[in-house]
């Protein structure tokens, strides 16, 4: 008996349990990391913290432990309102609500692609002649623009003495502009 707890003392690991328990209970997904091995990581030290346990009680802890684990908010909440006993179908949940996410996810930016048709042509047609117009539009809008004096609200007039333009720009009339 005093060898054998000897040996337990020097190559066993029962003073270790109190520290897989602990390494369970802080234990987090880390980035990048999948649900499958962070599960069979929480089922790894599930084994050496609780050795002794029955085996349903372990299953329902290791459920418990993997859903505290679990890094995304979402994934975790949907996860533990499934209120799974086991850590499989917790694990089997986890992934197919992940996967489903993903796939709402990019599903949204997927592009339509177009069929193009005989109609293609005439399209492009009218979109050169609508390009034209709208050039023709800006040009004229430019050329007009050209015309109108400018504002500065930092220049004062010496004909009316009012900020905002110069005498040449005036538009206040002089006594013998009125006959």
């Not at 990391?33 to 802890?61: C, G, I, K, N």
Request: proline share 3%; net charge positive.
């Amino acid at each position: 008996m005093t060898i054998e707890n000897a040996l337990e003392a020097r190559f066993g690991d029962r003073h270790l349990t109190q520290f897989y328990r602990t390494e369970l209970k802080t234990r987090r997904q880390k980035p990048g990391e999948s649900l499958q091995v962070l599960a069979a990581d929480v089922e790894r030290l599930m084994s050496l913290a609780y050795a002794e346990w029955p085996q349903d009680v372990r299953d329902s802890l290791a459920a418990q432990y993997f859903v505290d684990a679990i890094r995304d908010e979402d994934t975790q909440h949907a996860t533990r309102l499934m209120d799974a006993k086991d850590l499989k179908p917790a694990l089997a949940y986890s992934m197919k609500y992940e996967a489903a996410k993903t796939v709402s996810k990019t599903s949204r930016n997927v592009r339509s692609i177009e069929v193009e048709d005989s109609t293609g042509k005439e399209k492009d047609e009218k979109f050169d002649c609508l390009l034209k117009t709208l050039e023709k539009l800006l040009n004229s809008h430019v050329a007009g623009k050209r015309n109108i004096p400018r504002r500065n609200p930092n220049v004062t007039c010496w004909k009316c003495n009012k900020k905002g333009h110069v005498q040449r720009d005036c538009q206040t009339m002089s006594p013998n502009q009125e006959n």
